[in-house]
Nanobody
């Protein structure tokens, strides 16, 4: 079992920055990659970014490319999402997820999920 806990969410003004963190505990050795998803009211959960845990390959949704940066500290089992130039459309609950395997991007690729942290971007 892998436990994921997000932190760092909160209110922020448009154009501002925020950094989210996701701490993993438990059987973290099974993790091949971690990702951020988000879900806004009335919308389906969508992929934001993924990082391979050892190779550090990163992937981003088109909507956040150039604005968000995903990173990780493998020694501490912590993943980060640095969000810059935030827009009102970025408002959502952001979820941390961990996968076992090589496939990424789809929700079904991720076995473990956190409870989410709210990000609210005001215009």
């Amino acid at each position: 079992q892998v436990d994921l806990v997000e932190s760092g969410g909160g209110p922020v003004q448009a154009g501002g920055s925020l950094r989210l963190s996701c701490a993993a505990s438990g059987a973290t050795f099974v993790i091949d990659g971690m990702a951020w998803f988000r879900q806004a009211p009335g919308k389906e959960r969508e992929f934001v970014s993924d990082i391979h845990w050892t190779r550090e390959h990163t992937y981003y949704a088109n909507s956040v490319k150039g604005r968000f940066t995903i990173s990780r500290d493998s020694a501490k089992n912590v993943m980060y999402l640095q969000m810059s130039r935030l827009e009102p459309d970025d408002t959502a609950v952001y979820y941390c997820a961990a996968r076992r395997g090589s496939t990424y991007y789809q929700s079904g690729d991720y076995k473990y999920w956190g409870q989410g942290t709210q990000v609210t971007v005001s215009s």
